[in-house]
């Protein structure tokens, strides 16, 4: 009963936090002029008189494909960051620390560079490349008998990261300076600013299924991460449910490099405050987390575009808000988590 | 004696094992034969091969030489499930990452008769509350796992055993982290729960007078072989003892009960 009500606020607070943030911009709309819009249009009804077309197209085409898009990537880098906790048993990963954010991105910048004819070049690249950071990463902290130390995989997946972060300076250095490094740069801080319903291609679709799928099987979490050992022995093909989860976190993680830049933190931090909230079970988890990932993402991205008159890319923000938590998390949980 | 008591759970016939890139034999021909409803002691000073052993009889190991039969099936050609609806195990030590509930720990026992989705049915749920009754683990049914002392979360560990409802509970060393009381605890609790489910226990354990009060059987490795193999009265004595550990000890009885003190090496 109480984890109902945990959520209807959350839903709640979501809903009235996205209608807070299409009200939010350089350029100012009276909160009744975009109630009429959204109306008129959900409705199919026509405009009033007295709402130009440029207003229009501001919350039609700039602000809602940017709030939705937020809304996806939020939720799921969150949910990925709790699946990968628990597959990994580690509350010290997400995807980021894994290496699968760099490893997108060194594949979205090759596709940029060499590939940028093809289309959704950037979308495969970027999965292929995070499939394989995270693959590294995995066999560099493997010991012989297939067990991973916590604090090896931390290591190994920044190693990865390092790697990957200088095959990408590689690529920046042979990009071409007027049209391609620009571009790399940009998108490497993470930014919703270039979103629009074009941006919101039926690939990007995958992310919500993708996190769908993960709350359905969530339970299969739950047993994974009594260890491998454990697992097995209760029945479980460990192999079979690791690789479909893998599945989902890489080609989730790699739609959302691709359409968005790395933006670091959320899945590390996201599902500590889940936890604290609803508790560990995976099943209440994470639809719990992908609500508060995609509340926080918006978050940013309200501070990211309303601070200033330009445009702070986002990854920076998440990274301000995160860093911190995540320090006092690691100062208040030291002991038990670091062994 | 029921004739269901003299059922073959477990046989092993000329069991060899090498591990990969290793010389050195663990295993090197071992035969035994384990019936429903028994209490085997697995015995043996470290290295002796028995956790290889374990980890061949519960399958995680299947690159071996010889046979293993489960139920008259040999377990190389099992899958996981199959393997889980007639095995459970109790680990040593259960280190929890996450501090799920008492209950939602028990019921991942049922992970090999739940749904994918792991959507408890109502006899889940009775299978469950069942093995926490009968463990005590009922009384802490809804705290989270970390807050648990070791004996408590010994004990939700073999109820998470018990939901699994298998024929067969192996433990290793299912004593080796708790106090005095609840190892007596634990064993009494094992012990009264194997003849009221008519389960078979085997379990691996250090200390000799633990098999002498706990165990109807017990097998005795040595070196990769089987040193001794029989009923505990007729197999365990000083010269056993001396033999496989290495250890000279007096045999102490009064009131019925029987214990080795050990006072020099052999």
């Given at each position: 009963?109480?984890?109902?009500?945990?959520?209807?606020?959350?839903?709640?607070?979501?809903?009235?936090?996205?209608?807070?943030?299409?009200?939010i911009?350089?350029?100012?709309?009276?909160?009744?002029?975009?109630?009429?819009?959204?109306?008129?249009?959900?409705?199919?009804?026509?405009?009033?008189?007295?709402?130009?077309?440029?207003?229009?197209?501001?919350?039609l085409?700039?602000?809602?494909?940017r709030?939705?898009?937020?809304?996806?990537?939020?939720?799921?880098?969150?949910v990925?960051?709790a699946?990968?906790?628990?597959?990994?048993?580690?509350?010290?990963?997400?995807?980021?620390?894994?290496?699968?954010?760099s490893?997108?991105?060194?594949g979205?910048?090759?596709a940029?560079?060499?590939?940028s004819?093809?289309?959704?070049?950037?979308?495969?690249?970027?999965?292929?490349?995070?499939?394989?950071?995270?693959?590294?990463?995995?066999?560099?902290?493997?010991?012989?008998?297939?067990?991973?130390?916590?604090l090896?995989?931390?290591?190994?997946?920044?190693?990865?990261?390092?790697?990957?972060?200088?095959?990408?300076?590689?690529?920046?250095?042979?990009?071409?300076?007027?049209?391609q490094?620009?571009?790399?740069?940009?998108?490497?801080?993470?930014?919703f600013?270039?979103?629009?319903?074009?941006?919101?291609?039926i690939?990007?679709?995958?992310?919500?299924?993708?996190?769908?799928?993960?709350?359905?099987?969530?339970?299969?979490?739950?047993?994974?991460?009594?260890?491998?050992?454990e697992?097995?022995?209760?029945?479980?093909?460990?192999?079979?449910?690791?690789?479909?989860?893998?599945?989902?976190?890489v080609?989730?993680?790699?739609?959302c490099?691709a359409?968005?830049?790395?933006?670091?933190?959320?899945?590390?931090?996201?599902?500590?405050?889940?936890?604290?909230?609803?508790?560990?079970?995976?099943?209440?988890?994470?639809?719990?987390?992908?609500?508060?990932?995609?509340?926080?993402m918006?978050?940013?991205?309200?501070?990211?575009?309303?601070?200033?008159?330009?445009?702070?890319?986002?990854?920076?923000?998440?990274?301000?808000?995160?860093?911190?938590?995540?320090?006092?998390?690691?100062?208040?949980?030291?002991?038990s988590?670091?062994n | 004696?029921?004739?269901?008591?003299?059922?073959?759970i477990?046989?092993?016939?000329?069991?060899?094992?090498?591990?990969?890139?290793s010389?050195?034999?663990?295993?090197?021909?071992?035969?035994?034969?384990?019936?429903?409803?028994?209490?085997?002691?697995?015995?043996?000073?470290?290295?002796?091969?028995?956790?290889?052993?374990?980890?061949?009889i519960?399958?995680?190991?299947?690159?071996?030489?010889g046979?293993?039969?489960?139920?008259?099936?040999?377990?190389?050609?099992?899958?996981?499930?199959?393997?889980?609806?007639?095995?459970?195990?109790?680990?040593?030590?259960?280190?929890?990452?996450f501090?799920?509930?008492?209950?939602?720990f028990i019921?991942?026992?049922?992970?090999?008769?739940?749904?994918?989705?792991?959507?408890?049915?109502?006899?889940?749920?009775?299978?469950?509350?069942?093995?926490?009754?009968?463990?005590?683990?009922?009384?802490?049914?809804?705290?989270?796992?970390?807050?648990?002392?070791?004996g408590?979360?010994?004990?939700?560990?073999?109820?998470?055993?018990?939901?699994?409802?298998?024929e067969?509970?192996?433990?290793?060393?299912?004593?080796?982290?708790l106090?005095?009381?609840?190892?007596?605890?634990?064993?009494?609790?094992?012990?009264d729960?194997?003849?009221?489910?008519?389960?078979?226990?085997?379990?691996?354990?250090?200390?000799?007078?633990?098999?002498?009060?706990?165990?109807?059987?017990a097998?005795?490795?040595?070196?990769?072989?089987?040193a001794?193999?029989g009923?505990?009265?007729?197999?365990?004595?000083?010269?056993?003892?001396?033999?496989?550990?290495?250890v000279?000890?007096?045999?102490?009885?009064?009131?019925?009960?029987?214990?080795?003190?050990?006072?020099?090496?052999?």
């Amino acid at each position: 009963m109480k984890k109902t009500v945990t959520y209807f606020i959350m839903i709640v607070s979501l809903i009235f936090l996205v209608y807070f943030s299409i009200n939010i911009g350089n350029y100012h709309i009276p909160p009744s002029k975009i109630l009429s819009i959204i109306f008129s249009s959900v409705t199919k009804t026509p405009f009033d008189s007295n709402i130009s077309e440029y207003e229009k197209i501001i919350v039609l085409n700039l602000r809602m494909p940017r709030i939705i898009m937020v809304l996806l990537v939020g939720a799921g880098l969150a949910v990925c960051g709790a699946a990968s906790q628990g597959i990994f048993r580690n509350p010290l990963v997400s995807p980021f620390i894994l290496g699968v954010s760099s490893g997108a991105s060194l594949g979205a910048a090759l596709a940029i560079v060499f590939l940028s004819k093809l289309p959704h070049s950037i979308d495969i690249c970027a999965g292929i490349g995070g499939a394989i950071a995270v693959t590294a990463a995995f066999l560099t902290a493997r010991k012989p008998d297939g067990s991973i130390p916590r604090l090896s995989l931390v290591l190994a997946g920044t190693i990865i990261s390092s790697l990957f972060s200088s095959l990408t300076g590689i690529v920046k250095y042979i990009a071409d300076s007027e049209t391609q490094l620009p571009a790399i740069t940009f998108w490497m801080m993470g930014s919703f600013g270039s979103v629009s319903w074009e941006t919101l291609d039926i690939i990007t679709w995958i992310i919500p299924i993708n996190i769908i799928l993960m709350i359905i099987f969530a339970w299969q979490l739950n047993v994974l991460s009594l260890g491998d050992k454990e697992a097995t022995l209760l029945g479980m093909n460990i192999k079979r449910w690791k690789i479909i989860y893998i599945y989902f976190i890489v080609s989730t993680i790699g739609i959302c490099v691709a359409r968005t830049g790395t933006i670091g933190w959320v899945g590390l931090v996201i599902p500590h405050i889940g936890r604290a909230i609803v508790g560990p079970n995976h099943r209440s988890l994470l639809p719990m987390v992908a609500l508060i990932g995609a509340a926080f993402m918006l978050i940013s991205d309200n501070i990211a575009r309303g601070l200033t008159t330009g445009e702070i890319p986002v990854g920076i923000i998440t990274a301000l808000i995160g860093t911190p938590f995540f320090i006092y998390y690691l100062r208040k949980k030291e002991a038990s988590v670091w062994n | 004696m029921e004739l269901n008591t003299n059922e073959c759970i477990l046989s092993v016939d000329n069991l060899h094992f090498t591990y990969p890139r290793s010389k050195n034999e663990v295993l090197r021909g071992v035969s035994c034969e384990i019936k429903k409803g028994e209490r085997v002691a697995i015995l043996g000073s470290n290295g002796a091969g028995k956790s290889t052993f374990f980890n061949l009889i519960t399958g995680l190991i299947t690159d071996y030489k010889g046979s293993i039969k489960l139920k008259g099936k040999e377990i190389n050609s099992m899958s996981r499930n199959d393997i889980a609806q007639i095995i459970s195990f109790v680990p040593q030590k259960h280190e929890p990452m996450f501090p799920f509930s008492v209950k939602d720990f028990i019921l991942m026992g049922r992970y090999s008769k739940i749904d994918a989705l792991g959507n408890p049915s109502k006899e889940d749920m009775e299978a469950v509350v069942r093995a926490a009754e009968e463990t005590g683990a009922i009384r802490y049914f809804d705290r989270p796992y970390n807050e648990l002392s070791g004996g408590e979360i010994q004990l939700s560990i073999i109820a998470r055993a018990l939901a699994q409802e298998t024929e067969v509970i192996i433990l290793d060393e299912p004593n080796n982290h708790l106090d005095f009381k609840n190892q007596f605890t634990v064993f009494n609790l094992i012990c009264d729960i194997s003849k009221k489910r008519n389960v078979t226990l085997i379990m691996s354990l250090h200390n000799p007078n633990d098999v002498l009060l706990f165990s109807d059987k017990a097998i005795v490795f040595n070196n990769g072989v089987v040193a001794a193999n029989g009923d505990v009265s007729q197999i365990l004595n000083l010269k056993l003892l001396s033999d496989v550990f290495g250890v000279n000890a007096v045999c102490i009885e009064q009131n019925g009960y029987k214990a080795f003190l050990p006072h020099s090496l052999a």
